[in-house]
């Protein structure tokens, strides 16, 4: 296999072209021949043109790419490695979403071919790749597991907004349904992996090392969340603690915050999922999930103790949010917990609320979340909110402030950004 696709005999598809699916095309497609599939044309039509939908890549990451974009699933039938990286969200009830992986599975099914290989980069609970995909891809094209076409699991560690750990800086762990496929598809994705490939002995091992990192950075940011709840209760400011408990040369260096989008906000309920489905209750994980998925609320209900110690009545009161993006300089709006502080304001009669973010698209928030965003700040404010630590926001002084502000008005601080900074208005953060 990886001698035919370096050749260019034959070519890999990569299956869902969004923050993962893109990159890891485009940098195939700088040694191999690629087909990059999408079910939605208009995302297509923009990548065609060198134009990342997700405004992650800049138009030169297309240039020197051997890639054809389609939306067209007669088209995938010309692949032979088939890479699938497609979202795993969970439903309302935090419970797994898989639809979006097994219909890129029935997709792939159809056009499955003897020999073919396919490698799951979806992050999914461990056994899922075997138990849920596998049996589909069998129905689907009449072939059989490991004897006629087979199967891995190479989880994804893109980093949104991140333009240092990058697709090809970050160690990439491999996995194969047998001996033989393992070793084909670590020597594939060696073509683009500078950090170097770490070959688990089996998918269902590297399914849950993937789980397991978002899961303990959860844990861990949930602790900092659970500290900052009782620090404030202390009257002392947690991140003065962790700056002075952090000159330890084996302090973690965790911090509390907002815990949104489609990774370590999700993840861990796929692992409570399997556990619960083995008769396991997981007490820590769920425990973590709790304290995270509560900030939000929790920082508005601070948020108007506050506007109501300044003697102002939080119905007329008017708040600026400053970031929507699940975090800080991305485009991204999936999952994200800011909007848990704006339905807790309006929940408490907060009814003058303005949002603006520099990335985020104002169609798509309104479509997703129901409100409108405003380009820019307008008139006064009782409370400002800065819920995400965009570029544009970290310099910004107190003076930029003060201009926005009514007298008494209160600074939200959600990153702790501005500590030590703000001296004029009524200043809190985690």
């Known amino acids: 296999m990886y001698s035919e696709l370096v050749s260019k005999k034959e070519k890999l598809a990569v299956i869902g072209l969004g923050y993962v699916g893109l990159p890891i095309a485009l940098e195939f497609a700088r040694k191999l021949s690629v087909i990059g599939f999408d079910i939605k044309p208009d995302r297509v039509e923009l990548m065609k043109k060198g134009i990342d939908p997700s405004r992650e890549l800049e138009p030169e990451a297309f240039r020197g790419c051997d890639i054809e974009f389609t939306s067209n699933i007669d088209d995938l039938r010309k692949a032979k490695f088939y890479v699938v990286a497609v979202p795993t ?45 596998v049996p589909l891809l069998e129905e689907l094209s009449g072939l059989k597991y490991i004897q006629d076409f087979k199967v891995g699991f190479s989880p994804e560690r893109i980093n949104p907004g991140d333009k ?21 598809i670590a020597k594939t994705y060696e073509l683009i992996i500078k950090a170097g490939i770490h070959r688990a002995s089996s998918i269902k091992v590297a399914e849950a090392a993937k789980i397991i990192e978002n899961t303990q950075r959860d844990i861990n940011i949930a602790f900092m969340n659970e500290l900052s709840i009782i620090f404030n209760r202390m009257g002392i400011n947690t991140y003065e603690v962790l700056e002075a408990a952090g000159t330890k040369w084996n302090f973690l260096k965790f911090y509390p915050g907002l815990v949104g989008g489609h990774c370590i906000g999700v993840d861990p309920y796929y692992l409570v999922y399997k556990a619960k ?10 425990a973590g999930r709790f304290i ?82 405003v380009s820019d700040p307008k008139g006064k404010y009782d409370a400002i ?46």
């Open 89 to 133: 969200p969970i439903d309302e009830h935090n419970l797994p979403d898989l639809k979006p992986l097994l219909s890129a599975t029935r997709t792939v099914g159809q056009v499955l071919k003897k020999g073919d290989y396919v490698v799951y980069e979806s992050t999914v609970y461990p056994g899922c790749t075997e138990e849920d995909c």
């Open 277 to 286: 489905e083995l008769g396991y209750h997981p007490q820590i994980i769920t």
């Open 292 to 373: 995270n998925d509560s900030m939000g609320g929790y920082v508005a209900k601070q948020t108007v103790k506050k506007i109501i110690a300044a003697d102002k009545n939080p119905k007329d009161s008017r708040v600026l949010i400053m970031g929507v993006t699940f975090k800080e300089n991305v485009s991204d709006i999936r999952n994200s917990k800011v909007v848990d502080i704006y339905n807790e304001l309006k929940s408490f009669g907060v009814q003058n609320i303005d949002v603006i973010d520099p990335y985020a698209d104002s169609h798509e928030v309104k479509e997703e979340y129901g409100f409108d965003m």
């Open 164 to 184: 240092e750990h990058t697709l090809t800086t970050i160690k990439k762990i491999t996995s194969g349904c047998d001996a033989q496929s393992a070793e084909e």
């Open 385 to 430: 909110i800065v819920a995400v630590s965009h570029h544009q926001y970290i310099n910004l002084n107190d003076d930029w402030f003060k201009n926005l502000a009514n007298t008494g008005c209160v600074f939200v601080d959600v990153k702790g950004i501005y500590r030590g900074k703000i001296h004029d208005l009524t200043y809190w953060s985690l």
